[in-house]
């Protein structure tokens, strides 16, 4: 029985999940699911993401929380379009719930939707959202640790942020580790390592976009 | 059907939770449950904590993680008794993981019972496992929003550790505020801030620990 439910809640959402990705084909958006554990820095590190592309794309945000907008307000604050979805205690966003927001913005006038999900690096990782890629935020404060424990989300993302390298001097974290485990679980990943806080790193992340947009326009 | 649903997985979890409440009350056991984010220093708080505790109590722990039994491992290296539970892909411990693990401790030979939950600030909170006392942990390179964002986690926990406070000058966080917030949300809630690393604020925890001790033993 819980496999035969768990089979029918990912059915449903995956005819959610194609529903968006039409609709973001169709608009030539280039859409990105963020994801991580609870104060991994996907907020500060989309503000600063938003600042840096502002004078060249039009740019829209979906917000997931349990509670608060306060993602949402930090967002507006960098003059993107953001919508906040709250779960009310549910553990990540559904590609339904991601539908039912959709009407709220105009797709003709936006090249990239970011999707913030909940802070959370177990459950996001199982929902297809309709997404062009999906990136993992992982910080050094959280230690080496985390790819091997969190295999689910490393497996499933196609690249993974390393954020808050500016107080790499004071943790514990080897990043030659970090890279070699994250080969051993996902040959198809890769680091890039920045500081939303200091702005390291920055430009190979915005490449990294810039190429993920161009790679999803019409010919 | 959603509602039943759920309703039915907790009912059953709580009877596994009744069935764990009533060995370890029987058996004079304190058992911590202690939930957090991954990354927010868990384990080595516990590693710590047993250190500090180990000459006068004896200590078992059960940790709980998706993948992996490097937790257990460094545990085992305190010289307390672990045991490891792989919930492969599951977000948090249930009643009935932790009922099948309780054979392999002779509870005549434990104190204290802490159990690791997977690091997951959402979904660990709504499942009893029968613990006498639920303590979460936050780490201050998480930042300020975490308690009103989280509120399920904070609402359903008597203690909060606030980890990592060696780095507290290199992050942003404000202990104050996070005080204030708590206080809002849960006025049976309180703080005490630590490092793990440091060993700072540690006498405050482990005499909180001596005190939930001597008030669970029959009189």
Known sequence: ????????????????????????TKTNTLVVNLMSSPGAGKTTTLCETIRRLSSEFKIAVIEGDLATSQDADRIRETGAQAVQINTHGGCHLDARMIASVLPEFDFSEVDILFIENVGNLVCPSGYDLGQT???????????????????????????????????????????????????????????????????????????????????????
């Open 1 to 24: 029985l819980k496999v035969e439910l768990r089979t029918d809640v990912l059915t449903n959402n995956n005819l959610s999940a194609d529903f968006n990705r039409d609709l973001f």
């Open 133 to 219: 890629h999906k990136v993992a935020v992982l910080s050094v404060p959280e230690g080496n640790d985390k790819i091997p424990k969190y295999p689910t989300m490393f497996m499933r993302t196609e690249l993974v942020l390393l954020n808050k390298i500016d107080i790499l001097p004071f943790v514990d974290f080897d990043i030659e580790m970090a890279k070699k485990d994250l080969e051993a679980l996902n040959a198809n990943s890769s680091i890039i390592s920045l500081s939303a806080r200091s702005g390291e790193g920055f430009d190979t992340w915005i490449q990294w976009i810039k190429d993920a947009y161009n790679a999803c326009q019409k010919q």
